[in-house]
């Protein structure tokens, strides 16, 4: 199945305002994260979905393909959806929605998550190891996973648990076992369009995780586990001086 990338990029950011026009080494950031994924060439084409007429027009400036859809949308995935509806795009079968903050998603996570995509699991995702000290961080997603690789569950909250930690063993055994969530995604176009017609559920509402919605629904996410480091994306003043200077080490453009 051809694949069709789709960047949600809201300029409503509280934040940080303006977000996805916030200059990357000189570029929107938007721009920035539609730039690596086209160049991961994993998808047959990559589009900003964006509701802002001033974001698709950066875009466009900028080289950038952009598809103005709805303010109305309450999520990204809802943004991706109207996307994937379109006719222009009827001929791809599988959506990948890649976060509009992103910059320095990595393509592991991106062709891990597009690999879980297959017979009865029709949404993927990815998941890089990491130390126990995010447990203790309720900003940070963790997930637990079966033996088959699908997804247990997603949380805020420590897990999994551990319950005895003057247990040595257990401890031991814990290191290999948290694994933060990558916020990358993709879906066969039947999955994603009946995510999107599932009512909101009280688990989802309650973590303020949308894809335990389509857990609590019966339907199998499939996480592709990674090697780490996880390089975070930009959502406040900080993150994007910090994704500036990394940009400047890393490409030797001007931040």
């Keep these: ?17 303006r977000k996805p026009l916030r200059l990357l080494g000189g570029r929107p950031l938007v721009v920035r994260v539609w730039e690596r994924v086209a160049a991961m060439g994993l998808a ?15 875009a466009r400036d900028n080289g950038a393909e952009a598809v103005l859809t709805s303010a109305d949308h309450v999520s990204g995935t ?6 994937a509806r379109n006719r222009e795009f009827a001929a791809f079968g599988t959506i990948l929605n890649v976060q509009g903050d992103e910059p320095f998603i990595s ?3 991106v062709s891990g998550a597009l690999g879980q995509v297959s017979g009865d699991v029709e949404i993927g995702t990815a998941a890089v190891h990491a130390s126990e000290g995010i447990l203790d961080e309720p900003s940070i997603v963790k997930v637990v996973t079966s033996d088959d690789g699908r997804a247990l569950y997603f949380s805020r909250a420590p897990i999994p648990f551990l319950r005895e930690p003057k247990d040595a063993g257990d401890a031991e055994v814990l290191k290999s076992r948290v694994w933060q969530h990558v916020g990358v995604y ?3 176009k039947e999955a994603l369009s009946r995510w999107v017609k599932l009512p909101t559920h009280p688990l989802e509402r309650i973590e303020r995780l949308e894809q335990l919605r ?23 003043e900080n993150d994007l001086a910090r994704a500036n200077s990394e940009w400047t080490i890393l490409s030797g453009e001007p931040a």
């Design 1 to 17: 199945m051809k694949t069709l990338a789709v960047i949600p990029a809201r300029l409503g950011a509280t934040r940080l305002p």
């Design 44 to 58: 047959d084409r990559c589009v900003i979905a964006t509701d802002s007429d001033e974001v698709a027009k950066a």
């Design 78 to 83: 809802d943004r991706i959806a109207e996307v």
């Design 107 to 109: 393509a592991a996570a």
């Design 186 to 188: 993709a879906y066969t």
């Design 214 to 236: 389509t857990l609590a629904a019966g339907m199998a996410i499939g996480v592709a586990l990674i090697p780490g480091p996880l390089r975070n994306g930009i959502d406040t």
